[in-house]
């Protein structure tokens, strides 16, 4: 049975799955929204992300016991930044890394230009591994291979105090990997409402579905994250979500939490 850990963390969160675009901005939690950086400008956000794990989903997608005593816990914690800059109106880059720079994942989007409540875009990425790893050179089959992704996004304003923002996309690794991953779906979808003044209330289902050559151990997930966002600063949001794994097959169950600080830079 092939089980592996969804690390979940604002923003693009994110976390973040090896497969999923980095370095795009998001106004909510777990779902990349429509809306770019600014032209010429640059968000700038640290993130930290806690996870831990007792049971996980079988073949069957039973849940199961990780240990054979309740006296242990699996546990996971990851920190990092991203980078997005506005290149042009409507479009932005951006890459988002960890501390120990292991991974970069590079990621572009573009709002498509239609006025209205519903609006969309596209986004693209590539996901490729750094260092901190022994690389058999001539074998290119390893735990994590180099990926590309690309997806859709769409955003709906409800109102002036509720927004829907829903994204799919899929990934390609460019070989497969050691446990036979090939390729994977993700579907994200987050609401934010804002029972306060400046402080948005989030909410996010998050969905992902990971392809083997070996059918039998194709895994997927869904997740809860909830959290909330502060905006009563300027150029300051302050993010703050914990994630639910709910159902899933071949994966990890866990619960978590994280941080992130967006900070806009003129």
């Known amino acids: 049975m092939k089980k592996q850990l969804l690390l979940l963390f604002i923003g693009v969160i ?27 400008k640059i968000e700038f956000e640290p993130f930290f992300a806690y996870a831990l794990s007792n049971h996980y989903f079988d073949s069957n997608s039973n849940r199961q016991d990780l240990f054979s005593t309740a006296d242990s816990t699996l546990k996971f914690s990851t920190s990092g930044f991203r980078f997005t800059y506005g290149l042009f109106k409507n479009f932005e880059i951006g890459v988002t890394l960890p501390v120990d720079v292991s991974e970069v994942r590079f990621g572009a989007k573009y709002k498509l230009p239609f006025e209205g409540s519903l609006s969309m875009g596209i986004l693209g990425g590539y996901n490729t591994l750094v260092g901190n790893q022994v690389y058999a050179r001539r074998n290119s089959a390893h735990e994590m291979t180099p990926s590309f992704v690309g997806g859709l996004i769409f955003t709906y304003k409800i109102n002036e105090k509720m927004c829907f923002d829903f994204d799919a996309q899929f990934q390609k690794h460019t070989e ?7 390729h994977g779906v993700f579907l994200d979808s987050a609401i934010g409402y804002y029972i306060l003044e400046n402080v948005n209330f989030l909410a996010a289902l998050s969905y992902n579905y990971k392809f083997y050559s070996n059918p039998t151990d194709d ?13 009563k600063a300027e150029h300051f949001i302050l993010v703050i979500n914990a994630p639910f794994d709910l159902l899933g097959k071949n994966e990890y169950q866990t619960k978590g939490f994280g941080l992130a600080l967006t900070i806009l830079l003129d």
């Open 176 to 182: 497969e990997t050691i446990a036979g991953h090939t």
């Open 14 to 40: 994110s976390i973040p799955v090896f497969g999923q675009i980095g370095g795009l901005s998001a106004s909510k939690i777990g779902a990349v929204c429509t809306t770019p950086v600014a032209e010429n």
């Open 219 to 231: 895994s997927y997930l869904l997740t809860l994250n909830t959290g909330i966002a502060i905006e």
